[in-house]
């Protein structure tokens, strides 16, 4: 019989199969309470981001192409609550992974996918803000609805390609032991997402709202004069101040994102580091949470946001045409 000379107190994954993994030891209550909260937070991320995917697709006045991309990244967060959390949360608190080999490199290429997909649709996001504020005139032409959709769908495509090439040419590793859900990236294919997915986008990101903000003030600080000199403001200068907004918003929602994610990039980048530690798993989850924060970043900024949840709460415009 297996471990007859091990303490008999050791815990393992899969007691009845050779180098099983060990599992770590919980109390009940701990285990509980670990459980009660993991699945609230996966609740709380999947509800708001629905309703921030009912707000846009809903109400018509609200297909915009800044919308657009924001629904976009609203899906993949949805996705990560609904998905990602609960099947980490299991891996987290049990130390265990119970589902086989196959589900697991599934799980892997879907995370991949959507933390990838989140950044593109903050990549796209930029681009759109940059536009809206420092070439207004321009942004109609070059920002219209079918552009945004078609950029959506590359993204999402983009994304899909390059974690399944991952998925495929990724040399299989030898687990350590039987329960374990881990996956080892070739030097190659860590030096690409290091280019592709960390200082590229965060660089470009980071340029075009330094420029966005510079511009935005600059804009902001004369329409203030104008203001308080008692002159008429034209539409488009309300049009300006209103876009300057926006691209504070959402250059909020960057640098959250930024600061959630670069830590956990970075120590995943650091030789020899165990990736199944306590403090790589708070960045890892530091990540996921990002999921569920954005739509309250919505909610304290965007009127739009807040009247449209309004409405789907209490059912009172969600059954009408909009």
């Known amino acids: 019989m297996a471990y007859e000379t091990e303490d008999p107190e050791t815990q393992y994954c899969f007691p009845g199969i050779n180098l099983s993994c060990i599992k770590t030891k919980l109390s009940t209550r701990e285990n509980k309470i670990m459980y009660v909260f993991f699945s609230l937070l ?30 976009s990244l609203a899906v993949a967060d949805l996705l990560v609550g609904l998905i990602v959390m609960p099947l980490e949360a299991i891996r987290f608190i049990e130390t265990c992974w119970y589902f086989g080999d196959t589900i697991c490199r599934l799980f892997i290429l879907i995370m991949g996918l959507l933390l990838s997909t989140s950044l593109s649709n903050l990549v796209l996001i930029a681009v759109d803000r940059y536009v809206a504020v420092c070439h207004p005139l321009l942004y109609p032409q070059k920002m219209t609805m079918t552009r945004t959709i078609i950029m959506i769908y590359v993204s999402w495509f983009w994304s899909s390609a390059y974690n399944i090439s991952v998925f495929i040419t990724t040399s299989q590793r030898k687990y350590m032991c ?11 294919w860590t030096i690409t997402d290091l280019f592709l997915f960390f200082l590229f986008p965060c660089t470009f990101i980071i340029t075009l709202y330094l420029r966005i903000f510079y511009v935005a003030y600059q804009q902001v600080k004369v329409i203030n004069s104008l203001m308080r000199s008692g002159k008429h403001l034209t539409e488009g200068s309300v049009r300006r101040k209103s876009e300057s907004k926006a691209a504070l918003t959402l250059g909020i929602i960057v640098t959250v994102y930024l600061c959630s994610w670069i830590p956990y990039f970075i120590l995943s980048l650091i030789p020899n580091t165990s990736m199944t530690s306590v403090i790589a798993y708070f960045m890892l989850w530091m990540v996921y949470i990002n999921s569920g924060l954005n739509p309250l970043i919505y909610a304290i900024f965007y009127p739009w946001f807040r ?3 309004k409405h789907i709460l209490n059912l009172s415009k969600i059954f009408k045409s909009a």
């Open 42 to 71: 996966s609740v709380w991320t999947v509800f708001l981001n629905l309703l921030v995917i009912i707000s846009i697709s809903h109400f018509k006045k609200l297909h915009t192409p800044t919308n657009m991309l924001i629904l």
């Open 307 to 309: 009247t449209s949840v």
């Open 178 to 188: 039987y329960g374990e859900c881990t996956f080892m990236y070739t030097f190659a």
